[in-house]
């Protein structure tokens, strides 16, 4: 025995064994295991002392990880999905709505009976197919004749058909001819006691999915029945839409993921697309280059060690670019259903199913992500939480979960509302609730050391507004709207910005000059046209105002924005800038609790603006009493919470004359 010592050639002999079945143990689809056995055949004959056959090696083994076959069970209790989505998120009742329709989707395609059609003249085998098949949870309709099936074929639609080949009149053959005719999807199985090669080719070919001779066993229809039914499931497995949560930071875009992988058990991988510039971080690098990888989506599959895992593609809306390609063009095919069935890695360079996957992005704004790849997404807006939401999440979510930070469990302080609400408006403005939970979090970083240094011993553990301010400080902000006077020549407007609505003044003066018009404030193009639109209406229209024409050339005037520093621009000043314009020339202060939104033409129509909602909450956090919006932004004003719309005035116009009166006193 001692003749036979391994040498160098048997361990590498021993170790392509290893290798080859490594791939047999993986699962492989038939055609890239024959690429794995090709690239295995290889290594065989290369050198294990050269880099080609390292390059191999690794190949071999980042194809044998990969989760070919392995895949979590989904959990499609939509009661808990339910529980679990109102336990770890308030309100956002649109949003649930919508995760809740997508999962009950699912679980109506993946729970559905299928349609089977068993059509034999012997009625002894009609009734055992029916009692085997009833039993599997089939639903089994019978026919006695070929003539019956085709009726029953016209009326119904059938998943699978069950048919004798010899029958009189109508045989097994016109039986499948009918059922492909009406859906080439029917899978069609045919049994006969008169088995012939000619006869099974025939069938074939007319698009039959098995040939089975009688006597039948029982075993091998069921093991028939089941694989005909998968390739169907294959095709019911719901492939979309990609979802998309849009708004502003710290509304809980990120956590909404989380929370549907949890509700259907499976795993949760957040994948930032923020600042990616190569291409080749979604498709890879071909295996030939010096420390080649797959992109990050395979990369991530083979971590999760699943193929059906949650996806969240963080920040979608800022993906850069340049020499190195575009990764948003490069997402177009990872994230259509109709495509990624065989998306191709450029390192594995075979076909790998991702049609599993459940994609959900994120983004703050839709306005950067390219149109192809928006086309692909289904966009739900996250517009940010009312006062009284916020409320609710500092008291259910937020002071618990910082109490437990700081240390303070045994001896937790107590928030009171009027504590919590002076938090929201004198130390945060925002619409998600990042500031909010950072201001809890060091008004309790401080009880803990006042607590250690001993200063809190005598005091209650209640924090009410005196506390507040006593450990954050005075307010670092105010009511600009409620707290300013009612001025000549200023106007309230609405902006939205990637952070939410967000209340903006509009200064207009006048002074000697020559009828020039200046702007001012960091304007872009179109803030600059829909001041000179503003400025030429009004010219225009100067008697419905009871302007002086002489005005305009006897006298300069002036737009400005305060806040010069922040680039502003969008159409949606318009209206507000005619009617800073109007109280200027007409010396009627403008109502400063009065908001306003629109974008002006020249005739004086007034066109719907984007961000509704996110304005009016805007309007809502700063003590707006009266918000104008156009009229054909009704639709958008419907779905705003009734708290809010108890608190504001909202009108609707569709002409600026009809609110001049409404503006100014």
């Known amino acids: 025995m001692g003749l036979f010592k391994k040498g160098p050639d048997k361990e590498l002999l021993s170790e392509i064994e290893e290798l080859k079945q490594a791939v047999i143990n993986a699962s492989m ?63 956002l009742s649109d949003i649930k709505d919508r995760i809740l329709e997508h999962l009950a989707v699912r679980i109506l395609k993946m729970t559905r009976q299928y349609n089977i059609l068993v059509v034999d003249d012997e009625k002894m085998t009609r009734r055992n197919l029916e009692h085997v098949f009833t039993k599997d949870g089939y639903l089994v309709a019978t026919a006695g004749s070929g ?82 039914l998968f390739k169907k499931k294959d095709r019911l497995e719901p492939k979309g839409p990609v979802l998309c ?16 992988a949890r509700s259907l058990e499976r795993k949760f991988v957040r994948m930032s697309l923020a600042g990616m510039k190569d291409e080749a971080e979604i498709r890879g690098h071909r295996k030939s280059y010096v420390g080649a990888l797959p992109g990050r989506i395979i990369q991530e599959v083979r971590r999760a060690e699943t193929r059906n895992p949650v996806i969240m593609l963080d920040e979608i809306d800022k993906i850069g670019q340049d020499f190195k390609g575009d990764p948003a063009a490069a997402l177009l095919e990872v994230l259509d259903p109709e495509q990624n069935t065989h998306f191709v890695d450029h390192y594995l360079d075979v076909p790998f199913d991702l049609s599993r996957v459940m994609f959900i992005a994120t983004a703050n704004t839709i306005d950067p992500i390219p149109g192809p790849l928006l086309d692909r997404l289904e966009v739900i807006n996250l517009s940010g939480y009312t006062e009284e939401e916020k409320e609710n999440i500092a008291f259910n979510y937020l002071i618990s979960r910082e109490v437990e930070e700081a240390g303070l469990a045994d001896d937790p302080p107590v928030f009171t509302s009027e504590a919590i609400r002076k938090i929201i408006r004198g130390y945060t403005r925002e619409a998600g609730l990042r500031n909010l939970q950072r201001q809890i979090a060091a008004v309790c970083r401080k009880i803990a050391r006042n607590t250690l240094a001993g200063k809190s011993k005598d005091t209650s553990n209640s924090i009410t507004p005196e506390v507040v301010e006593q450990l954050l400080g005075p307010r670092k902000f105010h009511f600009e709207v409620t707290e300013g006077k009612d001025r000549i020549g200023v106007a309230t407007g609405l902006a939205w910005t990637e952070a939410g609505g967000q209340i903006i003044f509009i200064e207009a003066a006048k002074m000697k000059g020559n009828n020039n018009l200046t702007l001012t404030g960091s304007l872009g193009d179109v803030m600059k046209e829909s001041a000179q639109a503003a400025m030429s209406y009004i010219r225009s229209h100067t008697e419905l105002f009871n302007i002086s024409e002489d005005i305009f050339d006897q006298h300069d005037i002036h737009i400005h924005v305060p806040a010069g520093a922040i680039p502003k621009d969008g159409p949606s000043a318009g209206v507000t800038i005619a009617v800073a314009l109007i109280s200027l020339l007409t010396d009627r202060p403008v109502r400063r609790n009065v908001a306003l939104t629109g974008e002006l033409t020249l005739s004086g129509r007034i066109l719907p603006v984007g961000g509704v909602k996110e304005k009016v909450l805007a309007a809502h956090r700063a003590g707006v009493k009266t918000v104008i919006f156009p009229a054909k932004n009704e639709a958008d004003i419907q779905d705003i919470h009734p708290d809010i719309k108890k608190d504001l005035k909202i009108y609707a116009i569709d002409e600026l004359p009809e609110i001049v009166n409404l503006v100014l006193k």
């Open 147 to 228: 003539i019956e099936a085709l009726d029953l074929l016209k009326e119904n639609a059938f998943d699978v058909v069950v048919t004798d080949l010899k029958m009189e009149k109508v045989d097994g053959m016109d039986v499948l001819d009918h059922a492909k005719a009406k859906d080439p999807g029917t899978e069609v199985i045919i049994i006969t006691g008169y088995a012939t090669v000619p006869t099974a080719i025939e069938a074939m070919k007319k698009g039959s999915y098995h040939f089975l001779a009688k006597p039948l066993k029982l075993n091998e229809i069921r093991a028939t029945i089941s694989k005909a």
């Open 245 to 260: 949560f849009a708004g502003p930071p710290g509304t809980g875009k990120t956590s909404l993921g989380k929370s549907i």
């Open 29 to 91: 689809p038939e055609a890239v295991g024959k690429i794995a056995f090709k690239e295995i055949a290889r290594l065989a004959k290369t050198s294990p002392s050269s880099g080609e056959y390292t390059i191999g090696i690794n190949y071999i083994d980042y194809l044998v990880s990969l989760p070919w076959i392995r895949m979590t069970e989904d959990n499609l209790d939509i009661r808990r999905a339910e529980s679990i989505l109102d336990k770890e998120h308030f309100g």
